[in-house]
């Protein structure tokens, strides 16, 4: 599951905004404080979402200290300074994009996909050279040759990429690839998951890439490392 970290001192906007992260599928850990935020950072979430006026550690400092230790996560700050010069010192500080209060929910809620796709896209290039996806031209690649797959095996192919790593619930596909809620059977999903271990030349028995967790769903393998 995609992990968001909100650090937001106002119960008035945290409340409703975590409720709103969650509906949109998101795992979210809220933080008070800055110093609870550093500590929840370490834990690499995929988006940071970072309100300006936090009563310890400024905001500003929260994210210049997350990236001092070469966390490299979206950040996406909200402040309630409307004035250009404190947006541009947030993104001298660090941030990827703001959001100034009062703030439209489906307006930040885009901020965040946005902000999340771009790094599934930029993480996908660089972590691992056999599999690459470039999510903006919808194309994969399979040791630098260009796979041929349909608009389905794509979509399936960049969400394991996306979360290498970490299991991803037949829940969570058919929700996001499907766009439907999964009630019994999932032929379809078993399919395509098939199609996709052949086009990778992947051993069932002994996966490189697409691992089966029973009772739960799959997991992209990491490439070992060295």
């Known amino acids: ?15 409703p905004l975590t409720r709103a992260l ?4 998101y795992t979210v850990d809220v933080r008070s404080d800055g110093e609870s935020a550093l500590e929840a950072a370490r834990a690499r979430p ?22 001092e230790h070469g966390r490299t996560q979206p950040v996406l700050i909200l402040t ?9 010192v947030g993104l001298d500080a660090g941030a990827d994009d703001y959001v100034t209060k009062p703030f439209r929910l489906a307006e930040l809620l885009a901020r965040v996909r946005a902000l999340l796709r771009r790094n599934a896209a930029d993480g996908s290039d660089a972590a691992d050279a056999e599999v690459r996806i470039d999510a903006d031209a919808r194309r994969a690649y399979f040791h630098d040759e260009e796979m041929q797959l349909t608009a389905k095996e794509f979509d399936l192919l960049r969400v394991l990429v996306r979360e290498r790593g970490r299991v991803v ?55 070992a490392a060295g």
């Open 1 to 15: 599951m995609t992990r968001v970290l909100l650090v937001e001192d106002d119960p008035g906007i945290s409340v």
């Open 22 to 25: 969650r509906r949109e599928g």
């Open 46 to 67: 995929d988006l940071i979402v970072l309100d300006l006026g936090l009563p310890d550690l400024d905001g500003l400092e929260v994210c210049r200290r997350i990236r």
């Open 80 to 88: 309630a300074r409307a004035e250009e010069l404190d947006a541009v």
């Open 169 to 223: 619930t037949r829940e969570q596909l058919m929700r996001e690839i499907w766009d439907t809620e999964w009630f019994g059977s999932t032929k379809t999903l078993d399919m395509h998951i098939s199609v996709l271990r052949k086009k990778l030349g992947d051993d069932v028995a002994q996966p490189r890439f697409i691992s089966t967790v029973r009772g739960m769903g799959f997991r992209f393998e990491r490439p």
